[in-house]
């Protein structure tokens, strides 16, 4: 069964980042990676069942009471936010933007408790490092594809010169780079030249992307795993990779500054029109005066455009760009969805899966350390990016993913 739980992950994982819809390439975008989702991750689940029902281990697969406490919020949230929520059907199955609804929320969970049952199962070889670095090279060769050829199908137009490939939208493909950007630069199977190569390639389309709090994140989790591993093993490899990307940035910075760019506009990372730190700060007050609206059971799940508009600024309501943005956090969202309990829930399993990882990576033995080291560093640079902007499937995909994975090599039973 390893072959086949090992296979459904990666169809899950590259399935949600390359499929598109023929027919719309905005709008109902996520509609396509919504059914295979549902259909993949309940597929992954009774396989999962049905490898431990009929192939026996001594492994115990128990979690920790915390975990277990903090996905009982999660759940408890959920389920209060659908049955107050004033649209059913929406907070079911989610808006036509983004798919967030109660079945897509289960799903996560059992895709992570799927995943946790397999990394702990087949912890000697399980492994989808070289898989993730496939798909992150290809979505980002299939972003880039319209600046260096004719095809026009993922125009950057529809986004103010910003790629966006197969996500519908740059900041998912953003979210997306971060997640999986520490595997490749983590990787001692690559060769080394090839490794450069495919950084650059990513790293070009991070630029194009136009998010500056996706570089914000990568470059604070290189940071701070970077730091631990200098003054805990000695080890300076993560540090400098922090380090480099910062003066990279900054080069980016002084040349948009010194030079004339108008010729590339579709490298500046300067976004003034739609995405500034006022339009945030505007979304995030409104967020939190709309969870104060329904603190205990929320609004239900997708349903923040009907009640943050009367919190908004003029400028901002009914604006249809930021309808999908909502408030532009996914941890405000979360309370916003699903209430305090939701919110807590959320946040406690996100604080307790980061702590738990970074006890075993320092303080346990770690056969496949690498890959547990990627995952934190993807798992906080996804946090961090989110915290300022939102998910989707796609990335919810890898942030549940890496809980399981986390979760499984933190546990020493």
């Excluded at 971060?178 to 030249?193: C, D, K, Q, T, W």
């Excluded at 990279?248 to 730190?277: C, E, H, P, W």
């Excluded at 408030?327 to 209430?339: C, K, L, P, Q």
Aim: glycine content about 8%; aromatic content about 16%.
């Amino acid at each position: 069964m390893y072959h086949t739980l090992k296979y459904v992950l990666v169809f899950l994982i590259l399935g949600s980042a390359l499929l598109v819809n023929p027919f719309f390439t905005s709008e109902y975008f996520e509609f396509p990676k919504f059914l295979l989702f549902l259909v993949v991750v309940g597929g992954f689940g009774v396989v999962s069942v049905l490898d431990f029902t009929f192939y026996k281990t001594k492994k115990s697969f128990s979690l920790s009471k915390l975990v277990m406490v903090f996905v009982g919020l999660l759940l408890v949230g959920n389920l209060l936010g659908y049955l107050f929520s004033d649209n059913k059907s929406v907070s079911l199955i989610g808006s036509y933007l983004r798919h967030q609804g109660l079945l897509t929320n289960a799903h996560y969970l059992v895709l992570a408790g799927g995943v946790f049952y397999f990394f702990k199962r087949y912890r000697e070889k399980g492994d989808l490092s070289n898989w993730l670095i496939f798909g992150l090279l290809a979505v980002c060769l299939v972003a880039i594809l319209p600046i260096i050829s004719s095809f026009a199908y993922f125009s950057p137009a529809l986004f103010y010169d910003r790629v966006y490939g197969t996500f519908g939208n740059p900041n998912y493909l953003a979210s997306f780079i971060v997640a999986i950007l520490p595997f490749l630069a983590l990787s001692e199977r690559i060769p080394r030249i090839l490794k450069w190569l495919g950084l650059g390639v990513v790293l070009f389309t991070l630029f194009l992307t136009g998010s500056r709090s996706a570089w914000i994140a990568i470059i604070l989790a290189f940071l701070v795993f970077g730091i631990l591993e200098l003054i805990l093993r000695k080890k300076y490899k993560v540090l400098v990779g922090g380090v480099v990307a910062v003066l990279v940035l900054v080069g980016i910075g002084f040349y948009q500054n010194m030079a004339d760019t108008s010729s590339l506009s579709r490298l500046s990372v300067k976004s003034d029109d739609l995405v500034s730190a006022n339009t945030r700060f505007e979304l995030w007050e409104a967020g939190v005066k709309t969870f104060f609206d329904a603190p205990l059971t929320g609004h239900g799940q997708d349903l923040v455009q009907g009640n943050i508009e009367k919190h908004l600024p003029e400028y901002l309501q009914s604006n249809s760009v930021f309808f999908v943005d909502r408030s532009h956090s996914e941890f405000i969202d979360m309370a916003v969805t699903t209430g305090i309990f939701g919110f807590l829930g959320y946040l406690g399993l996100i604080l307790c899966v980061f702590f738990m990882g970074v006890r075993a990576l320092y303080k346990g033995k770690l056969k496949n350390r690498t890959v547990v080291l990627a995952a934190l560093m993807g798992f906080s640079a996804l946090n961090l990016y989110n915290a300022v902007n939102f998910s989707t499937i796609s990335t919810n995909v890898l942030l549940y993913l890496f809980i399981g994975l986390i979760l499984a090599f933190s546990d020493s039973k």
